[in-house]
């Protein structure tokens, strides 16, 4: 599977490190995992704190589709759907 898809990978090239995400897509990231993690296992359900972090993870998932609507590279979302072609072999 590696064979298919041709992504940079992490790591040093010519003395400086690669990165595959931008800094925008990895705040989006830990935004969500955050939320979660504070939804799942810290607040209440019901409770104010919980909405109101929903409503950020679901504002922030929405700012990551527009971003990956109109980047360029790797956080580009027609990159997300060239890879899922390939994986499932179309």
């Not at 922030?60 to 360029?72: D, I, K, M, N, Q």
């Not at 979302?77 to 899922?84: A, M, N, S, W």
Request: proline share 2%; hydrophobic share 55%; with cysteine.
């Amino acid at each position: 599977m590696s064979g298919l898809i041709n992504m940079p990978k992490a790591g040093t090239a010519s003395g400086g490190e690669v990165q595959v995400w931008d800094a925008v897509v990895r705040l989006f990231h830990w935004i969500v995992v955050a939320g979660c993690v504070l939804d799942l296992f810290v607040l209440d359900d019901g409770k104010a704190a919980h909405r109101l972090i929903g409503y950020v993870v679901a504002v922030t998932l929405t700012l990551r589709f527009v971003w990956g609507g109109s980047a360029r590279g790797t956080p580009a979302l027609r990159i997300l759907f060239r890879h899922l072609r390939l994986w499932r072999g179309i």
